[in-house]
């Protein structure tokens, strides 16, 4: 494993905390922030844990980021943030100080994953070949999962090092907008009603026309989306720790199981939402994740309005546009990729594709 931390971009953190180095076991290295952690004992604690690629283009998303998530968390309880995510390029002093100004407990980078073993859920012995799409499609959906633990085993951490745990996990990733008139899981009532023992944990709709159209074909429930889910954390306990039982989760068992689940199984772009809830299932009996009812309604809504939806940050536009067959190119209209629907420009203007 290559593990890679940017001295530069680090800096003015270090400069503020002592900079410790992990152990061998943790197989991660960052910066830790100072301990914030509130004194109030009754007060909700969150762990915020962003996942995947990240480049310049964060200067872009971060403000949304505060005002949508982080903003809102941050009100309810204590929130700590923690960055475990890949980067092969420098950031631009723009998306440095963007990280900067989040205030992350950890912020830790690296420049490559760890491959799945040779005998493992992605088949028979040997690596997936990337030249067939399906073998690449789980590969991706694995190695997805070795980032979540990555970010999980910063957060055991912090949690051994305060002597506590948190009561809820956000997973997530540095390239979304959110609309914010719509997605407020801060006011997501039952979940969080639930306690850090809660057993179900809730995420967005990966709606589609099919879906809208046709939900008696979804019987066992909305699909999910694995771009943001909020979990108590004896649920989060399992979704963050899928990369340890890759083993036990045969790709043959998997694709069966995956056609009659909630996570919207027809191709297999939707391979990384069936591995949670397939994991889910066969670690955590009675465990759950399911679609935010406020935002099952939500999307239902975007979708049945039609027409353009538009999320607007500082110069910068993003446009949903109905398919075909009704459906938004992004997901409900609520949520946006920002990096595959609106490019960064690297000039300082923002191109729509």
């Avoid at 979304?176 to 967005?204: C, H, I, V």
Wanted: net charge negative.
């Amino acid at each position: 494993m290559v593990m890679v931390v940017m001295a530069a971009l680090l800096a003015p953190l270090v400069s503020a905390v002592a900079n410790r180095q992990r152990t061998p076991s943790d197989a991660h290295r960052g910066t830790v922030a100072p301990d914030a952690l509130s004194a109030a004992t009754d007060a909700t604690r969150t762990a915020v844990c962003i996942t995947s690629s990240i480049d310049s283009s964060f200067a872009l998303t971060a403000p949304n980021f505060v005002s949508s998530l982080l903003g809102p968390l941050r009100r309810r309880g204590h929130t700590d943030l923690f960055f475990h995510v890949k980067n092969t390029t420098a950031l631009d002093d723009a998306a440095t100080a963007a990280l900067h100004s989040l205030e992350p407990r950890v912020l830790s980078m690296y420049s490559a994953e760890e491959p799945p073993p040779s005998e493992s859920a992605c088949g028979a012995a040997g690596a997936p070949d990337d030249s067939e799409p399906d073998n690449m499609r789980l590969k991706s959906a694995w190695l997805q999962h070795y980032q979540w633990l990555g970010c999980w085993q910063l957060v055991r951490a912090a949690e051994h090092e305060a002597g506590m745990h948190y009561d809820f996990v956000v997973r997530t990733r540095p390239d979304l907008l959110y609309d914010d008139s719509l997605f407020r899981p801060d006011e997501w009532s039952s979940l969080w009603a639930s306690g850090k023992q809660g057993e179900q944990a809730e995420t967005l709709c990966k709606c589609s026309g099919t879906f809208v159209n046709d939900q008696q074909s979804f019987s066992n429930g909305a699909p999910i989306f694995d771009v943001f889910v909020l979990a108590p954390r004896r649920v989060a306990l399992v979704l963050m720790t899928t990369w340890l039982r890759q083993d036990a989760l045969a790709e043959s068992a998997l694709r069966e199981w995956s056609t009659k689940a909630n996570c919207g199984y027809r191709l297999d772009a939707d391979l990384p939402e069936c591995l949670m809830l397939f994991d889910l299932n066969q670690t955590a009996p009675g465990t759950d994740l399911v679609v935010a009812p406020q935002m099952l309604n939500a999307s239902l809504t975007a979708q049945a309005a039609g027409g353009e939806t538009h999320v607007s940050f500082g110069t910068c536009e993003v446009t949903a546009t109905p398919d075909a067959d009704g459906s938004h190119n992004v997901v409900g209209a609520l949520v946006y990729h920002f990096i595959f629907d609106h490019p960064y420009d690297h000039s300082g203007d923002c191109g729509q594709s």
